[in-house]
């Protein structure tokens, strides 16, 4: 912090042991982020990412395996203080089935939801590795310039002029989509 402007803060949070102010600047802007897509959901989103969360865990399963391990036993008559209402199981796998219906279809609402964050992830790294090479590219460009003026010679000249050329993104889309469409 500048102690010359007390009312400017540093745009970063003091890092924890072993980061960058940096790193800790992007993971606080990533976290913040998330956050912000979570509380944008909405309340049916939220819903299906807690009932797909609760149907991923283990006491999902250790309910399922009581609940129809009991009603199972009570079926093939070895409980005899109860009396068989499904003796054939039709309809333990009606409702198994019925209850797959939905978690299935909330698990598919849940990875949609997933499936655009990814996207929208994925298009941010695309345009940093983009602005990456960019800036590479540029400061090729430079570094060949400050050799040649100090002639230095490289063993890389004969591929700095290929490493100084911007690549075209649209040119790389096109060939992967063709290597694609190959196979």
Do not use: C
Not at 62 to 82: D, E, M, R, S, T
């Amino acid at each position: 912090m500048n102690d010359d402007h007390p009312e400017r803060k540093s745009p970063t949070t003091p890092p924890a042991e072993g980061l960058t102010p940096a790193l800790t600047r992007n993971i606080e802007a990533i976290m913040q982020r998330r956050r912000q897509s979570q509380n944008a959901a909405s309340a049916q989103e939220r819903s299906a990412a807690l009932i797909s969360k609760f149907a991923g865990s283990m006491m999902f399963v250790y309910i399922h395996i009581v609940f129809y391990g009991v009603w199972i036993i009570a079926n093939l008559g070895l409980l005899p203080q109860v009396p068989p209402w499904d003796p054939s199981l039709v309809i333990l796998a009606m409702e198994a089935s019925v209850e797959a219906i939905f978690l299935s279809t909330f698990v598919l609402i849940n990875q949609n939801r997933m499936a655009a964050q990814d996207n929208i992830r994925a298009d941010l790294d695309l345009q940093i590795s983009l602005l990456n090479e960019h800036e590479t590219t540029r400061l090729i460009a430079m570094v060949e310039a400050i050799a040649k003026k100090l002639e230095v010679p490289t063993e890389a000249d004969h591929e700095v002029e290929e490493l100084k050329k911007d690549v075209a993104p649209e040119a790389v889309l096109d060939r992967i989509q063709a290597e694609g469409e190959d196979k």
